[in-house]
Protein backbone atom coordinates (compact mmCIF):
# COMPACT_ATOMS: atom_id res chain seq x y z
CA UNK A 1 0.00 0.00 0.00
CA UNK A 2 0.98 3.53 -0.39
CA UNK A 3 3.38 4.97 2.56
CA UNK A 4 5.03 8.05 3.41
CA UNK A 5 7.79 7.94 6.27
CA UNK A 6 8.88 11.75 7.94
CA UNK A 7 12.16 11.92 9.50
CA UNK A 8 14.56 14.64 9.88
CA UNK A 9 12.31 16.39 13.18
CA UNK A 10 14.20 17.30 16.51
CA UNK A 11 15.16 20.04 18.94
CA UNK A 12 16.82 22.82 17.25
CA UNK A 13 17.53 26.47 18.84
CA UNK A 14 15.85 29.53 17.71
CA UNK A 15 16.98 30.67 14.50
CA UNK A 16 18.54 27.09 13.52
CA UNK A 17 17.13 25.01 10.75
CA UNK A 18 16.03 21.28 9.71
CA UNK A 19 15.07 19.70 6.43
CA UNK A 20 12.22 16.78 6.95
CA UNK A 21 12.12 14.43 4.53
CA UNK A 22 9.32 12.44 3.38
CA UNK A 23 10.10 9.28 1.86
CA UNK A 24 7.08 7.60 -0.22
CA UNK A 25 6.59 4.15 -1.58
CA UNK A 26 3.99 1.99 -2.84
CA UNK A 27 2.30 4.44 -5.10
CA UNK A 28 1.00 3.10 -8.35
CA UNK A 29 0.86 6.43 -9.58
CA UNK A 30 2.56 9.91 -9.12
CA UNK A 31 0.64 11.86 -6.64
CA UNK A 32 -1.02 14.54 -7.88
CA UNK A 33 -0.09 17.08 -4.96
CA UNK A 34 2.14 16.51 -1.95
CA UNK A 35 1.97 18.76 0.83
CA UNK A 36 3.55 19.04 4.77
CA UNK A 37 0.93 19.91 7.58
CA UNK A 38 1.66 20.21 11.05
CA UNK A 39 -0.46 20.22 14.58
CA UNK A 40 0.75 21.49 17.77
CA UNK A 41 -0.79 20.87 21.05
CA UNK A 42 -4.31 21.91 21.48
CA UNK A 43 -4.17 23.20 17.61
CA UNK A 44 -5.55 22.42 14.81
CA UNK A 45 -3.65 20.56 12.08
CA UNK A 46 -2.35 23.39 9.48
CA UNK A 47 -1.25 23.28 6.46
CA UNK A 48 2.56 24.56 5.95
CA UNK A 49 3.68 24.25 2.27
CA UNK A 50 2.06 22.21 -0.91
CA UNK A 51 3.82 21.13 -4.39
CA UNK A 52 1.56 20.38 -7.12
CA UNK A 53 3.59 18.00 -9.17
CA UNK A 54 1.80 18.42 -12.72
CA UNK A 55 3.68 21.84 -13.06
CA UNK A 56 5.97 22.25 -9.79
CA UNK A 57 4.33 24.94 -8.24
CA UNK A 58 4.75 25.33 -4.87
CA UNK A 59 2.64 26.85 -1.86
CA UNK A 60 3.12 28.61 1.42
CA UNK A 61 1.37 29.52 4.26
CA UNK A 62 2.50 33.30 4.86
CA UNK A 63 3.81 33.10 8.33
CA UNK A 64 6.56 30.48 6.97
CA UNK A 65 7.18 32.11 3.63
CA UNK A 66 10.41 32.84 3.00
CA UNK A 67 11.59 30.76 5.91
CA UNK A 68 10.67 27.31 4.58
CA UNK A 69 10.79 25.52 1.13
CA UNK A 70 9.57 22.75 0.10
CA UNK A 71 11.54 20.41 -2.83
CA UNK A 72 11.36 17.29 -3.91
CA UNK A 73 14.05 14.40 -5.75
CA UNK A 74 12.10 12.54 -8.40
CA UNK A 75 15.06 10.06 -8.42
CA UNK A 76 14.41 8.95 -4.92
CA UNK A 77 11.08 10.00 -4.63
CA UNK A 78 11.45 12.04 -1.86
CA UNK A 79 9.80 15.45 -0.46
CA UNK A 80 11.74 17.89 1.77
CA UNK A 81 10.79 20.41 4.40
CA UNK A 82 13.96 22.70 4.26
CA UNK A 83 13.30 24.61 7.51
CA UNK A 84 15.33 28.31 8.02
CA UNK A 85 15.23 30.70 10.96
CA UNK A 86 13.16 28.43 12.83
CA UNK A 87 10.62 29.93 15.65
CA UNK A 88 8.83 28.63 19.07
CA UNK A 89 5.79 28.48 17.17
CA UNK A 90 6.93 26.30 14.42
CA UNK A 91 7.05 23.41 17.10
CA UNK A 92 4.77 20.95 16.26
CA UNK A 93 4.45 17.18 14.61
CA UNK A 94 5.11 17.71 11.18
CA UNK A 95 3.26 15.60 8.50
CA UNK A 96 3.65 14.53 5.04
CA UNK A 97 0.55 14.07 3.05
CA UNK A 98 -0.41 13.10 -0.91
CA UNK A 99 -2.99 13.67 -2.84
CA UNK A 100 -3.39 10.46 -5.07
CA UNK A 101 -6.80 11.09 -6.06
CA UNK A 102 -6.19 14.54 -7.66
CA UNK A 103 -9.79 15.56 -6.10
CA UNK A 104 -9.28 18.96 -6.62
CA UNK A 105 -9.84 20.40 -3.55
CA UNK A 106 -8.41 23.31 -1.68
CA UNK A 107 -4.43 22.54 -1.56
CA UNK A 108 -4.47 23.35 2.35
CA UNK A 109 -7.65 21.08 2.89
CA UNK A 110 -6.46 17.93 4.74
CA UNK A 111 -9.73 16.46 2.89
CA UNK A 112 -7.78 16.68 0.03
CA UNK A 113 -4.80 14.29 1.24
CA UNK A 114 -5.83 10.37 1.08
CA UNK A 115 -2.33 9.03 2.27
CA UNK A 116 -0.64 10.43 5.33
CA UNK A 117 2.52 9.25 7.19
CA UNK A 118 3.00 9.55 11.02
CA UNK A 119 4.66 12.89 11.58
CA UNK A 120 7.91 13.79 12.67
CA UNK A 121 8.45 15.91 16.07
CA UNK A 122 10.07 19.16 15.43
CA UNK A 123 11.03 21.40 18.80
CA UNK A 124 12.11 25.27 18.87
CA UNK A 125 13.40 26.41 21.64
CA UNK A 126 16.31 27.07 23.78
Known amino acids: QAQLVESGGGLVQPGGSLRLSCAAS????????IAWFRQAPGKEREGVSC????????YYIDSVKGRFTISRDNAKNTVYLQMDSLKPEDTAVYYC???????????????????WGQGTQVTVSS
Open 26 to 33: GFTSDYYQ
Open 51 to 58: MSTSDGST
Open 97 to 115: AADSLGDGLGLFSPYLYNV
